[in-house]
């Protein structure tokens, strides 16, 4: 979908520009300003007008411009989780002459008003300030709004906008930026995140898209199971048996798990290694993945090429090996070499 393709890449989208979510950036940015700009003359106009607002009241209701109104429904539009801008301002500690007791969430994620509603609504005074109920005396540090993505504490268009596309519902994968791996080809990358979104021209994915009929639906290898992307890439025999082979040639033995998430974070941990080599050792997963699909394509489009699971296995030694030549400055090791150990020419030794 869009929302998955505007997500950055890290958090297993490409990074394209969300209009709308850039648009709820930008009136964001005025409700910080109505909550930090309080003794500005434009500031003062529209609390006449409208009543003093706080973090999650717009302050009076009645008759109010369409912009208003747009600037306090940003927190409750589909996609994006409830309350998003809310959650992301807290208060800092000072004299309370500017903070709501009832109505801002001065000491919890929710405001009193909410959490303790009955009390709320016998209360004398609802307007109250935090100086009112439990600073008798002013003066002191004054309290201050702080927007909890940003490290100097200040609201900007571009951390709410990655506050908006990278919500909490799609929180960060740290594998996502091992499958935009650097000495990998993009059209790897970008097929494996295809797959890990299952939107790739699978049979399985062809039938739900009226492409194939049912009867077509079948395995390559496997002639009675239907040709899911689980299955094409890690539950078939002969999917299986190249990636122990694979694990044979990089030194493992392993049980691995047929979701791929759960695969690829298995593979990566297989190894101890320094950080800086995990670029080098997720591109042999992804070079697996890359070569079982062309070997897949060729059976299906040119049936007289028929390769065996060794002739797979050479096929990701051939590849890796030519990607880290063009793609790695420190790499220097000839075929024969990294095809005997590849071990010891990551340096992981």
Known sequence: ???DVCREKQ???LGLRDLRAFHFALLGKWRWRLLVERDRLWNKVLTSLYGVP???SEGRRGSVSRWWLDLWSIDVCDGISWDWFSMMCVRVLGNGRNTSFWKDSWCTTTPFCVRYGRL???TINSEATMEDMCFGI???VEWNWRWKDDLDGKYSVKSAYHVIVNDSLFAEIPLHKFIWCHLVPYKVSCFVWRVLLDRFPSKFNLIKRHVLIYSDSSYVWCQYRMETSSHLFFECSFAYHVWML???WCGFTSVMS???IAHFDQFLRLPLYPSKMRYRWAMIWLTVIWSIWLTRNALIFFSDKVLSTLDVLEMVKLHTWKWLKARDNSFSHSFSSWAESPFV???FY
Do not use: D, K, Q
Request: negative net charge; glycine residues 20%; proline residues 0%.
């Open 258 to 260: 047929n979701n791929f």
């Open 345 to 347: 020419c990551l340096n």
């Open 120 to 122: 709320f609504s016998i």
């Open 138 to 140: 002013g003066g002191g």
């Open 11 to 13: 958090y297993g989208g």
């Open 1 to 3: 979908s869009w929302s």
């Open 54 to 56: 706080s973090l999650t």
């Open 246 to 248: 694979s694990l044979e």
